[in-house]
Structures are given as C-alpha cells and as structure tokens.
C-alpha cells in the first residue's frame, strides 16, 4: 500500500511510488468543499497520465485502477478550513 497523503488539510500535489499493476485508490476523511484528482506519471517521461476511469472525488470512496510502474500523484483543490483527507493506493 502507498499512502499519497495522510490527514491533508491544504490545496496541493503529493506523489508516491507505484510499483505497477492492478490496485485500488481509497479517498476518506473530510472534504469541506475540496476535491481530489488522481492521475498517474509515468517513469520514462514523467507526463501526467489520466485513468481510464476518471479519478477525480468529493466524497469518500474506493476505485479500481490499473497503471504501470511510476508515480501516483493525488491533488486536493478547493481544501476549507475543516477539511483533512487521506489518499492510498493499494495493490490488488
């Protein structure tokens, strides 16, 4: 499992490291007004890289993704002031 970010309260980008394959996102906590965009980045480039499902949430919930070996890059936009979110990303 690779936490993105734990208990972000503030607008931003946060990478982890993916080591490939089949997974899960997991968003949870409070939103406050924000959202969260997933995308991944590739290793060979770095160029961002949309799911095949779009990953973009305002609510607690759980998506199946499949990428390859690179990065997960979880952005929060529109944070209020109660909001503190967790972003992980979990192999199959």
């Known amino acids: 499992m690779a936490n993105v970010f734990t208990d972000s ?3 931003g980008n946060t990478d982890a490291t993916w080591t490939g394959g089949d ?3 997991i968003v949870k906590g409070v939103f406050d007004g924000a959202t969260v ?3 991944g980045i590739t290793d060979d480039d770095g160029e961002e890289i949309h799911f095949e499902k779009e990953a973009t ?3 607690a919930t759980a ?5 390859p070996a690179g990065k997960i890059r979880g952005s ?3 944070a209020g002031t ?3 979110l967790t972003l992980q990303a979990t192999a199959k």
Do not use: E, P, R
């Open 23 to 25: 997974g899960y996102l």
């Open 57 to 59: 949430f305002s609510y």
């Open 76 to 78: 929060i936009t529109n």
């Open 63 to 67: 998506q199946q993704f499949s990428f």
């Open 9 to 11: 309260t503030a607008d």
């Open 37 to 39: 965009t997933v995308k």
């Open 82 to 84: 109660a909001t503190s």
